[in-house]
């Protein structure tokens, strides 16, 4: 069981470092976040991008840049999105992150048919949460890429999702597919995929729902509902019915509820680490070592 | 500016004792929340229901019946609800209370053309946080009743949430409408609906949005994406997009959040008190108070 963020930090520091590949680093919150990183001996990063942007920002917070490797594009981010995918084709890197550039040009570069990182059929957010209100790690997905997704979107997610705890030493995840109610209603879809979704054959996890939040995390609030599942009260992943509850709930822990959090994209060939600005140092930090800590 | 829950106990405490109608009050957790709200002042009972079953649960949980108005009836709590309504219909009553009766026979006694309480069209959730992340009250609204309210539901959402922040001394509440995003996205509903309230005439109360949860109770945070609003960082009221955002929500900073809530059921002529089983004893009797200290 993995009880903080920091074991996860502790994981990626003891493995051979992972190399990362950052599309347009000419960004100064993406340069701080991989200085905090390297200093913490958990990633060896390669710079794509305006190599005198890079220096100029690197020289006003204290980043030493002897030792790291840059290469140098002038030609716009959407071309250094392009230029870090293809290094990772290639096998010169395990990770991709996100620098200054729109997520949509790096989405589109890492979705490329001949050129890109393709997996699977979805991409998708994952989230993974230390919250003083709970006894482990608390995955969450999708809050940030897929709008509204379908019972096949969501069973995608869920693999996703799985393969990222599997990549961090979940062995089998117990996921807790949300809705408001516990009861299948017709009028409510969040119900009905939560059934559907139950009802499939998992391989190496467990699938349990529909649950409002406190069933799944509250195992006192699931015994008061009579509810009786494994997933009650011990869930690994909350698996939201839709992108506004899914980031309602994500940002209610990381602004209202004292949690700290990491994330990455999952369902291209490697994890990839896509910091808002709106998350905090440590959250970007805490993002580069679960990308660095999965195997 | 309103801090603390305890604040609408002490103002609760402090004006003429509330008389609450329970409707169907042979249920155990409702009578031990009344205990506590009589105890610390707040409310007169007039408890309607099966006064033997009553009577049996008071004498386990050491309720003194002495001096509490108790109306009895054997018919069943569908009768039971349809007494505490007419009891407030005739001005016997201020605040409704469910007791030990489904929510679809109180809600049909409270929607009777003829009998009901009837007011506006729309019935709505409005619960409030004390959260110990957060600098005062905070409202949220609609985590239980409307399933995926449309344009104009919400704005008698909104009118509700206004009334309900009035009457506990919230004289010009700030509303945000919440959204995963700040920009207006056509495939996004949520943001549709929020440029259009936004755009609407207000009184005594101002609504902003599309907002995520961050831009809604972070002041940096909307520094940091630009956003100029005196709604952001500072606002009174959350307003959910659904059922499912706001059920999250809610129960993530219930479960996860180390907050204290109160709840009612605002729309009817008077508060309505409808808490659940997964409630903490606190939580009811605040619920209580909320109720209580509504002018």
């Not at 009880?3 to 990626?12: G, M, T």
């Not at 590949?21 to 390669?46: C, F, H, Q, R, Y």
């Not at 059929?121 to 809050?143: I, Q």
Request: overall charge negative; hydrophobic content about 45%.
């Amino acid at each position: 069981m993995i009880h903080s963020l920091s074991e996860l930090v502790e994981k990626a520091k003891h493995k051979p470092k992972q190399k990362i590949a950052v599309a347009a680093a000419e960004d100064e919150p993406v340069l701080k976040s991989l200085k905090a990183a390297i200093n913490d001996g958990i990633v060896t990063p390669v710079l794509v991008g305006n190599k005198a942007e890079i220096e100029k920002i690197a020289q006003t917070i204290d980043f030493n840049l002897n030792e790291i490797e840059i290469i140098h594009n002038d030609k716009g981010a959407d071309i250094s999105a392009q230029l870090a995918v293809s290094m990772i084709k290639n096998g010169g890197a395990d990770v991709l992150m996100k620098g200054f550039v729109s997520t949509g040009a790096l989405l589109k570069a890492v979705l490329d048919k001949e050129n890109g990182l393709r997996k699977g059929n979805t991409l998708s957010h994952m989230a993974f949460f230390e919250s003083p209100y709970y006894h482990k790690l608390l995955g969450v997905t999708d809050v940030a890429m897929n709008i509204a997704p379908d019972l096949d979107t969501k069973v995608h997610i869920i693999n996703n999702a799985v393969e990222a705890c599997h990549k961090i030493g979940i062995t089998t995840p117990k996921i807790a597919v949300i809705a408001a109610v516990e009861t299948v209603n017709p009028k409510m879809e969040a119900t009905v995929h939560a059934a559907e979704l139950k009802k499939m054959q998992w391989q190496d996890c467990i699938v349990d729902g529909p649950f409002a939040i406190d069933i799944a995390v509250d195992k006192e609030a699931a015994i008061h509902k009579g509810i009786v599942s494994e997933v009650a009260g011990d869930c690994d992943v909350i698996l939201a019915p839709d992108i506004e509850a899914g980031n309602m709930f994500y940002k209610a822990l990381n602004f209202l509820g004292g949690a700290n959090s990491a994330a990455v994209i999952m369902g291209a060939t490697v994890p990839i680490v896509l910091t808002s600005r709106s998350d905090s140092e440590t959250s970007k930090m805490l993002s580069i070592a679960l990308a660095a800590a999965m195997d």
